[in-house]
């Protein structure tokens, strides 16, 4: 199954995040989703195609995390969550989970409500 791109999906406070979804191939159970939050360089396959040294890890792109993860847990529904900045075109910053400083580098601040943002 092909994955679907969510786009600027709204969450706590008006905080946006694009989430690549893949829905179960088999029967839910009750607690049925896994939530992936993608690694630096990971991004849409076009994107990392048109970079020079990142075109080298297309495979890990987030549909592909995604196609991976449904197969590997297939009564999981697989949500990837794409990060809300790319700084340099290779950190991935999480913001709307954890603020993170111009370099990528999180703050690790407690009180950011990161599970209320991922419930809404």
Request: hydrophobic share 35%; glycine share 6%.
């Amino acid at each position: 199954m092909r994955p679907l791109r969510l786009r600027r999906v709204v969450g706590l406070e008006g905080r946006v995040n694009d989430v690549v979804f893949c829905p179960a191939t088999r029967p839910v159970p009750k607690q049925g989703a896994l939530v992936f939050f993608g690694g630096d360089i990971q991004d849409y396959p076009e994107v990392m195609q048109a970079h020079r040294d990142y075109q080298n890890y297309l495979k890990y792109n987030l549909e592909n995390t995604a196609r991976m993860l449904g197969l590997n847990f297939p009564t999981k529904h697989i949500l990837v969550v794409k990060p809300s900045r790319i700084e340099y075109k290779s950190f991935s910053c999480y913001d709307n989970f954890v603020p993170s400083n111009n370099a990528g580098v999180p703050d690790h601040t407690p009180t950011h409500s990161a599970l209320l943002h991922l419930e809404r």
